[in-house]
């Protein structure tokens, strides 16, 4: 049983469709990565699943609710974060400050989790009060998946959180994501490091051309020939 | 000396200008256009004040000794506010929907500045007002010697201290508005990264709605306390907006701090320029060599020349202006 699944989900933009009858979804307290090559709709599916996108067919589930038609503010409100590929921080905000957006429409658990999102990412503490915009990629990283962390979100979603970082930092955040969801909360990611996301995934769609192509566990992925040999270079 | 006629009127000046910076550079990073119609509105807000000190006069309810305007100031800023509002409403609202790239609502903005002008010129006429009432100064001249026992008195108008002593406070509450409360920094994020600022559920009409009630306030503010100091002439908020925006783009436009600095860099250097070294030269040189002419750097007339060309230069060499701003 998914906590939040797209099924049969067909999208795009004006009326060439991006992605066409996919089925995505994930497990509470379960990792799922979308992956495949580039074009293959998988920060569109993203999107759509988040409602930033309208669908042409097919509908969306959290927790067994049919939330197609929400806004994306109501999604929020129903426990769903979102981190954008980019211009995902507030930059001439504080990380503080980016942190209390991320809590604007629900400030019920706001000191709770800041001190959640400070013992995750203890290294944001001491730029508390400096500009998100003088961060480092990284830890502008942290400040992006911190902020959708504050309003306690029952399902993360992020967009390609490894672009732009370099691989050390990557692992890092890779670890934190594996500790996000260790604590409860389902992630769903879309990642262009196919081999190293399918490693900590629980759950792997492969899109390519905007059609489920393969849905398995990450490892079995990881070992299916035909995967390896057309998408993870061997 | 100096301070008399350069350091007072500066502050005065450069505060009536940052306050009309603020509002430009508020207007710029929330709404993302450049509001030619800033000086109207300001205009808008010292008609209010004017036409409300009319009444307020007849009725003779006065705060002696200050200006009767500092009393319907407050309900003067509500009318600017309501003004602002109808005119969001009808014009911009719309340009907004459609989401017009910043140079259309450029455009609208000068629409709107001379329909502004021309609905003020038929309500007030075009004509000069002085509603300066109340003591004309905090302290004179001969009073300030007596006291400090200089020998060159210094003294300060009642209007000049009154709009440092505004702008001072207003700026302190606007920055703690915009730092410190929960709606001023949804403003601020709002401003940064609009669609961030949607998917963590702030409002955009309510971030709107607030903009147009700060920027109504900065301006009917600095319209009065202009009107007050120099005497109202409608004409001549058409002509101040240019120094307004030279002053947002030469602190960096977006920037708060930056409007602040620009307002007081823009009113200083005219004011040096345009002063008449003449009285300086006076006191140090034996009186056969003082020169006859005022000697000006330029002569005031070409005032609103200098502040565009600390513009050009702020262009060329700084493009993001003093503190970083926006490029436009």
Known sequence: MFLLSGENITCGYGSVDIVSNCNIGVKKGEISSIVGPNGAGKSTAMKALFGLLPLKNGRILLNGEDITNLKPQQRVLKGMGFVPQSNNIFPSLTVQENLEMGAFIDQSSLKEMLEYVFELFPALIDKKHQEAGELSGGQRQQVAVGRALMTKPKVLMLDEPSAGVSPIIMDGLFNKVLQIAKEGTAVLMVEQNAKQALKISNLGFVLNQGKNLFTDNGNSLLKNKQVRQAFLGG | ?328
């Open chain 2, 1 to 328: 000396m100096i301070s008399n006629y350069i350091v007072i009127p500066g502050l005065t000046y450069g505060s009536q200008l940052a306050l009309g910076a603020l509002g430009i550079t508020i207007v710029y990073s929330v709404l993302r256009f450049s509001n030619f119609a800033h000086g109207e509105f300001m205009s808008f807000g010292a008609m209010s004040s004017i036409l409300l000190c009319w009444l307020f006069i007849s009725l003779e309810i006065n705060l002696y000794p200050l200006p009767t305007a500092i009393l319907v100031l407050p309900i003067a800023i509500i009318f600017t506010i309501f003004y602002c509002l109808i005119v969001d409403k009808l014009i911009f609202k719309f340009y907004r929907q459609q989401n017009s790239k910043s140079v259309i609502n450029l455009i609208v903005s000068i629409g709107v500045m001379f329909f502004t002008g021309g609905l003020i010129r038929f309500i007030v006429g075009p004509g000069d007002k002085n509603f300066f009432d109340g003591e004309r100064f905090v302290f004179k001249a001969k009073t300030f010697k007596n006291f400090t026992g200089l020998n060159e008195g210094l003294t300060l108008k009642t209007t000049q201290g009154i709009t440092i002593l505004i702008t001072v406070l207003l700026v302190i509450l606007l920055f703690w508005f915009l730092n410190k409360t929960k709606t001023g920094k949804s403003m601020r994020a709002y401003s940064d990264n609009k669609d961030l600022a949607l998917l963590s559920g702030i409002n955009p009409e309510k971030v709107v709605l607030i903009t147009w009630i700060i920027t109504g306030t900065l301006a009917c503010v600095a319209g009065t306390l202009y009107g007050l100091d120099k005497s109202y002439k409608p004409f001549t908020y058409l002509h101040l907006v240019l120094p307004i925006f030279s002053a947002a783009i030469v602190g960096g436009v977006g920037n708060p701090v930056g409007a602040i600095i620009g307002g007081f860099v823009i009113a200083f250097s005219e004011l040096i320029i345009t002063f008449a070294y003449k009285k300086i030269f006076f006191y140090f040189l034996p009186s056969f060599m003082v020169p006859e002419g005022l000697l000006q750097i330029l002569s005031t007339d070409y005032k609103i020349a200098i502040s565009f060309i600390i513009l050009v230069l702020v262009l060329l060499i700084k493009p993001t202006g003093i503190y970083k701003g926006k490029v436009i």
